[in-house]
T-cell receptor, first 112, second 115 residues
Framework: EDQVTQSPEALRLQEGESSSLNCSYT??????LFWYRQDPGKGPEFLFT???AGEEKEKERLKATLTKKESFLHITAPKPEDSATYLC?????????????FGQGTILTVHP | DTAVSQTPKYLVTQMGNDKSIKCEQN?????MYWYKQDSKKFLKIMFS???????INETVPNRFSPKSPDKAHLNLHINSLELGDSAVYFC??????????????FGPGTRLTVL
């Protein structure tokens, strides 16, 4: 069974204090790894898709990287508006068309 | 301008009732999904439709029945509601279900509370 584990469960940072979130996965053939941001009371907002080990993508202060077993979401010089829950999900080979398996998320709080 | 919309936003009902949640997307996507997010914020897929055809049906009780009248709409009907059905339900859509076009875009969610 496909599994996605995110760590830490919660992370508190000071504004400007860079850090990383981890997403470890166990799947039978990775077809894609997805990062989402979810604000309280809202639906997840798509951030990145990574398809193969070594791939990297950036958006503003966020950078996502992928290895064969895990993905990192690096946050550089975060601001309070980066506070949210960050979700990781995988699409695996052999699973049903379009199925994503999500991790439990990392709650990020950035203090001014 | 809303890409994926759901109604209602909040739904409070008694045990045993039947209720429906509606979802519409204006992105021109072929695939739509229903997810359930429990109190621990864990997001789990329930169903997916591609061009009105049911593709994914996870181990969901038969009381839950999705209906897709066209590829822009996917509704969720729930019979005989139980306390454990209380959760936030999200609709999502993607261009296709294939990996390289499977970025899924989510609606704002429907918070269902069963009393």
């Amino acid at each position: 069974e496909d599994q996605v584990t995110q760590s830490p469960e919660a992370l508190r940072l000071q504004e400007g204090e860079s850090s990383s979130l981890n997403c470890s996965y166990t799947v039978s053939g990775l077809r894609g790894l997805f990062w989402y941001r979810q604000d309280p009371g809202k639906g997840p907002e798509f951030l990145f898709t990574l398809y193969s080990a070594g791939e990297e993508k950036e958006k503003e202060r966020l950078k996502a990287t992928l290895t064969k077993k895990e993905s990192f979401l690096h946050i550089t010089a975060p601001k309070p508006e980066d506070s949210a829950t960050y979700l990781c999900a995988v699409a695996a080979g052999g699973t049903s068309y379009g199925k994503l398996t999500f991790g439990q998320g990392t709650i990020l709080t950035v203090h001014p | 301008d809303t890409a994926v919309s759901q109604t209602p936003k909040y739904l409070v009902t008694q045990m045993g009732n039947d209720k429906s949640i509606k979802c519409e997307q204006n992105l021109g996507h072929d695939t739509m999904y229903w997810y359930k997010q429990d109190s621990k914020k864990f997001l789990k897929i329930m169903f997916s439709y591609n061009n009105k055809e049911l593709i994914i049906n996870e181990t969901v009780p038969n009381r839950f029945s999705p209906k897709s009248p066209d590829k822009a709409h996917l509704n969720l009907h729930i019979n005989s509601l139980e306390l454990g059905d209380s959760a936030v339900y999200f609709c999502a859509s993607s261009q296709s279900g294939r990996a390289r076009n499977n970025e899924q875009f989510f609606g704002p969610g429907t918070r269902l509370t069963v009393l």
